[in-house]
């Protein structure tokens, strides 16, 4: 009797997904393209300041998340959801969004938004305490 060898080849399940933020009441603009698995989509840590203080500001205007977040694109393997995020930020990008997405190389123009009414605790001081003592 010869012995047989079966080969099986494991795959990772395909768990990442490809999302996009946009302003609530038009989906047309784009702020931020992301691959992300599990809730990435909706949580605000590690963003840029301004990303965050944008998140922030859409939610403190009545808007829930699943109004700002869409899911492009689900099932996919962590490499084919980097190919796909880089081809919707050049998509975006060749259609003159400014996005929140960190530039590569630099001569991109890069989203910027600053809310001068609710400073970010985390990036800079927002002042004494009242009332003074």
Request: aromatic fraction near 12%; glycine fraction near 6%.
């Amino acid at each position: 009797m010869a012995d047989r060898v079966i080969e099986i080849v494991l795959r990772p399940y395909p768990r990442c997904y490809v999302y996009i933020h946009h302003h609530p009441q038009r989906e047309t603009d784009v702020v931020y393209v992301g691959k992300g698995t599990r809730g990435r989509a909706w949580d605000d840590t590690n963003r840029s300041p301004e990303h965050r203080c944008w998140l922030r500001d859409i939610q403190n205007l009545g808007f829930a998340p699943d109004t700002f977040v869409r899911i492009e694109r689900r099932k996919l393997t962590s490499d084919e959801a980097e190919r796909e995020e880089r081809a919707l930020i050049a998509f975006y990008r060749r259609q003159g969004k400014l996005l929140f997405n960190k530039s590569r190389n630099k001569k991109r123009p890069v989203r910027r938004y600053q809310n001068k009414w609710m400073p970010d605790p985390k990036f800079g001081r927002l002042g004494p305490p009242w009332p003074p003592a």
